[in-house]
């Protein structure tokens, strides 16, 4: 039995529920023209990368050339590889293009040497390079982002997953309840090659897709990159698509808001959607206290859906462009700050058992004096550092 994804796989750009697919299209037939010699598509798996380069093909008679980035992974492999893809003809003396699928497979000690001669590949190419990765943001990624058409692919929303099954249904002859489809769209999370594997299995048998078999297929089931998770909570309007954005990242719920907190002004532009998505985040932090003080841990599911539904309804439309979500760095201030008193509270803590004062008031009252003792007066420095069994963290804190 053919796979339904080869067998309905798109082959024309417009088949393809992505935006950036006609752009794709443009710099491949614009490519002796363009600075750059490679796009990057990027987005999560199931969102038609690699799709798009076979159909762009078809439609322009061109060759493709795959190549996975996980089966060339050291200088020598992808000289000797991909090297010869991007130098020689192709059959037929046709035009070509050379896909590098799943380049951010590229990591370990095993792969050194591997980036850098890609990117001096893609710098002398005479063909257009299609790379694709799940998330190209890690730094070591930053050559091959600069000498790259940053092409971003978000995961499908469920509706248009929805009219591509239904059309497969169609073309099957499979029944279907269109509640049932609907949630099977749903529940892919925007993964359609997922969605469309689900569906044939579903359907074997000529079984009708009804909510009651969905039950049968279990939830799928897949970690996520928290910059995929804040694609669908920012690039969507739909509460439906974001609510579940972070079931699958492996993060805890403080973590998780701090990256929505820090992101959220740097993608919403408008003002009001800024304070609408701060008033959800706000929302957010009072349930999240709740928890803390009172250990009602039911409202978590209150926090999340108000971090992600709560915060992608807050804008009035989409924003167009894509940006590099980026860890917040009030984490790091917070532990400098931390150590900072930890510090403070270790000598305080050692002075009032010597001055058999309280911790409080060694710290309002003598250690001010014993700082400018530190800085002052190193002999009586060292004898008081002996006295008080100071390590050298704290002596070097009381002598900035």
Sequence with gaps: MIPWIKKYAPVKICDIPQVNAV????????????????????????????????????????????????????????????????????????????LVDEVDGISGNQDRGGIPALVKLLVK??????LTANDPWNKKFNKIRSSSVMLEFAAPDHLAVYDILKNICEKEKVPFDESALKMLARRSGGDLRGAINDLQSLSQGNKKITNDILDSLGERNKEESISQALIKVFKSTDPAVARGAFDSVNLNVDDVMFWVEYNCPREYKNPQDIARAFDALSRADVYRGRIRRRQHWRFLAYVFALISAGVAVAKDAKY?????????????????????YGLRKSIASKIAEKTHCSTKRALDSTLPY???????????????????DLDEKEVEWLKK
């Design 320 to 340: 167009a462009g894509a940006i590099k979500y980026m860890q917040t760095t009030r984490l790091l201030k917070m532990w400098q700050a931390k150590m900072k």
């Design 23 to 98: 752009k794709l299209k443009k710099f491949v037939q614009g490519f002796k023209s363009e600075k750059k010699n490679a796009a990057l598509l990027y987005g999560p798996a199931g969102s038609c990368k690699s799709c798009v380069v076979y159909a762009l093909a078809k439609e322009l008679n061109l060759e493709v050339v795959e190549v996975n980035a996980s089966d060339v992974r050291n200088a020598d492999q992808i000289n000797e590889k991909l090297g010869n893809a991007l130098k020689q003809q192709s059959l037929f003396f046709r035009g070509k293009v050379v």
């Design 125 to 130: 190419s005479a063909f257009p390079v299609v």
């Design 370 to 388: 014993l700082q400018q003792v530190f800085k002052n007066d190193s002999n009586t420095a060292l004898k008081l550092a002996f006295e008080l």
